[in-house]
């Protein structure tokens, strides 16, 4: 269950830097980092040697299918809907100790 966390939070942050880089709003500066942490992550997870977990290794894939995606044309970049969280109360919300 924590891996699958981990997964979901990473995949929103790769969401949240390809945004930035080419969010018209944000600096040109910010966006020219947002690139290089882009371009530096698909250079890591390319060169990196084949994953055991195969849910990890299905995950680090469609990562470095979202950037090449991206970087094959940035301005048709449409960033992925954030999942809604399932109604009712939160886990570990209980008052009840």
């Known amino acids: 269950m924590s891996s699958e966390v981990e997964r979901a939070v990473e995949f929103r942050a790769l969401e949240a830097m390809l945004s930035l880089a080419v969010n018209p709003q944000a600096s040109t500066q910010a966006r020219a980092i947002a690139r290089s942490h882009l371009n530096d992550l698909l250079k890591q997870w390319t060169a990196a040697a084949p994953l055991p977990d195969t849910a990890e290794a299905i995950h680090r894939a469609a990562l470095i299918d979202r950037i090449n995606d991206f970087n094959r044309d940035p301005a ?22």
């Not at 992925?80 to 008052?95: C, L, R, V």
């Open 76 to 97: 048709k970049f449409i960033p992925a809907k954030p999942i809604e969280a399932p109604p009712g109360m939160p886990i570990g919300d209980n008052e009840d100790f």
